[in-house]
């Protein structure tokens, strides 16, 4: 097979990811990205006359006491349109939000309530930050007007059996479900624009389907013995008291979990299955490592016949080329956890095996951000319809 150019794709040959549609049937388009930055819905919103101490959509935060929780709040700090207005954890009802992350309490917000004394009349749109199981009654005695972006996995999963077989209970909004679109932004964003209800994908997934998705769209790897091994910040564990999850239990060492079940593993074979228009199964094991933020993935698949990492590389540049938190760095880079830290940055890379017609793809998020909280603000805003950057500003944080 021959190399993928990494210039312009004419359009007589450019393909779109024929990725599977909610509600929709498969309908490829021969288009290539625009760039974040360039978008008509960009240059749509430059034109509003807005200062940037008015805002304009009113926001809630369910489980605003959690770490996705903080983090959006973190994020919203600079966003020109956003205003929170509602913010519930019901463990902390009647508190200040200070009290409970003091790193924020410069900032001006209502005490947080219970949930159940939470006034929905004063907002458009909603987070929910809340665990899953406890969501899909929540969000289904939501006021129907209300755009929400669930960062809970109770959506994400098109089949509902499937849920129940993953997460030990029946699906309690099956008719949400139908209605909810995944939103793994670069790839489904058309559909979130339009999108009252986003399922927010995980954080693994995330630093997994960016990846392979259009190489496995393009035919240039195989779908067979693709295996993840996959490493997070103790953070991705939630904030809730679990002695696994003590000083003690993690400093100065590391562990794997939830070998061959984690619950990540249907989310992502759903998304590699619809590209391949066939039944993708996975390898993946995650591990927890001494850190308090940042998410590797490290991906070994085996290339089509004919097909180098050269091929692997130009696809992924082509793909990503003009999007503003996906970047593929330059040939031998490594991607580090620590230089995406703070940011929804998704940076990646292609580098070959020793065993021929291998290779070995990295893949770096900070698993707050670009896998939680960061990736929901940029879900929220096309859904609004502001630019998907907007309040996404952050660099970096090194050292």
Same mark, same amino acid.
């Given at each position: 097979?021959?190399?993928?150019?990494?210039?312009?794709?004419?359009?007589?040959?450019?393909?779109?990811?024929?990725?599977?549609?909610?509600?929709?049937?498969?309908?490829?388009?021969?288009?290539?990205?625009?760039?974040?930055?360039?978008?008509?819905?960009?240059?749509?919103?430059?034109?509003?006359?807005?200062?940037?101490?008015?805002?304009?959509?009113?926001?809630?935060?369910?489980?605003?006491?959690?770490?996705?929780?903080?983090?959006?709040?973190?994020?919203?700090?600079?966003?020109?349109?956003?205003?929170?207005?509602?913010?519930?954890?019901?463990?902390?009802?009647?508190?200040?939000?200070?009290?409970?992350?003091?790193?924020?309490?410069?900032?001006?917000?209502?005490?947080?309530?219970?949930?159940?004394?939470?006034?929905?009349?004063?907002?458009?749109?909603?987070?929910?930050?809340?665990?899953?199981?406890?969501?899909?009654?929540?969000?289904?005695?939501?006021?129907?007007?209300?755009?929400?972006?669930?960062?809970?996995?109770?959506?994400?999963?098109?089949?509902?059996?499937?849920?129940?077989?993953?997460?030990?209970?029946?699906?309690?909004?099956?008719?949400?479900?139908?209605?909810?679109?995944?939103?793994?932004?670069?790839?489904?964003?058309? @559909? %979130? /624009?339009?999108?009252?209800?986003?399922?927010?994908?995980?954080?693994?997934?995330? !630093?997994?389907?960016?990846? $392979? #998705? =259009?190489?496995?769209?393009?035919?240039?790897?195989?779908?067979?013995?693709?295996?993840?091994?996959?490493?997070?910040?103790?953070?991705?564990?939630?904030?809730?008291?679990?002695?696994?999850?003590?000083?003690?239990?993690?400093?100065?060492?590391?562990?794997?979990?939830?070998?061959?079940?984690?619950?990540?593993?249907? @989310? %992502? /074979?759903?998304?590699?299955?619809?590209?391949?228009?066939?039944?993708?199964?996975? !390898?993946?094991?995650?591990? $927890? #490592? =001494?850190?308090?933020?940042?998410?590797?993935?490290?991906?070994?698949?085996?290339?089509?016949?004919?097909?180098?990492?050269?091929?692997?590389?130009?696809?992924?540049?082509?793909?990503?080329?003009?999007?503003?938190?996906?970047?593929?760095?330059?040939?031998?880079?490594?991607?580090?956890?620590?230089?995406?830290?703070?940011?929804?940055?998704?940076?990646?890379?292609?580098?070959?095996?020793?065993?021929?017609?291998?290779?070995?793809?990295?893949?770096?998020?900070?698993?707050?951000?670009?896998?939680?909280?960061?990736?929901?603000?940029?879900?929220?805003?096309?859904?609004?319809?502001?630019?998907?950057?907007?309040?996404?500003?952050?660099?970096?944080?090194?050292?």
């Amino acid at each position: 097979m021959a190399a993928i150019s990494t210039g312009p794709i004419p359009s007589s040959t450019c393909q779109r990811f024929k990725l599977p549609r909610p509600r929709r049937s498969h309908s490829p388009k021969c288009s290539v990205r625009a760039s974040v930055a360039s978008t008509p819905l960009r240059a749509k919103n430059q034109q509003l006359k807005i200062g940037n101490s008015e805002k304009t959509a009113r926001i809630g935060v369910l489980g605003a006491s959690g770490y996705t929780g903080a983090e959006i709040v973190r994020l919203l700090a600079n966003h020109p349109y956003f205003a929170i207005t509602v913010m519930t954890a019901d463990r902390k009802a009647g508190q200040p939000f200070g009290s409970v992350f003091p790193h924020l309490n410069a900032q001006e917000l209502p005490n947080m309530v219970a949930i159940k004394d939470a006034d929905f009349s004063d907002v458009d749109a909603v987070f929910c930050c809340l665990p899953h199981g406890t969501t899909q009654e929540i969000i289904k005695g939501l006021p129907e007007q209300l755009k929400v972006v669930d960062l809970s996995a109770d959506f994400r999963l098109k089949n509902i059996a499937e849920y129940e077989e993953w997460y030990g209970q029946p699906h309690k909004a099956p008719k949400l479900q139908e209605e909810a679109v995944y939103g793994l932004t670069e790839i489904y964003r058309e @559909e %979130i /624009e339009n999108a009252r209800l986003v399922a927010n994908p995980g954080c693994y997934p995330t !630093s997994i389907q960016l990846p $392979l #998705m =259009p190489l496995i769209e393009a035919g240039l790897i195989e779908v067979r013995n693709i295996i993840i091994d996959a490493k997070s910040g103790v953070s991705g564990a939630g904030r809730g008291a679990k002695e696994a999850n003590l000083y003690t239990e993690i400093a100065e060492g590391m562990h794997s979990y939830g070998i061959t079940k984690h619950r990540h593993v249907p @989310e %992502i /074979e759903q998304g590699l299955s619809g590209v391949a228009n066939s039944k993708v199964t996975v !390898s993946f094991t995650p591990h $927890l #490592m =001494p850190m308090s933020r940042g998410m590797q993935s490290t991906i070994y698949v085996k290339m089509a016949t004919g097909v180098t990492t050269d091929d692997l590389y130009h696809r992924l540049n082509a793909t990503y080329e003009n999007e503003e938190f996906v970047k593929v760095l330059g040939k031998g880079a490594v991607p580090h956890t620590r230089h995406v830290r703070g940011s929804n940055y998704c940076l990646l890379n292609v580098f070959e095996d020793r065993i021929p017609g291998r290779a070995i793809i990295i893949s770096v998020i900070d698993n707050l951000v670009k896998g939680a909280s960061g990736q929901a603000l940029q879900n929220l805003n096309l859904m609004m319809g502001f630019p998907e950057n907007t309040g996404l500003d952050y660099q970096p944080l090194f050292p």
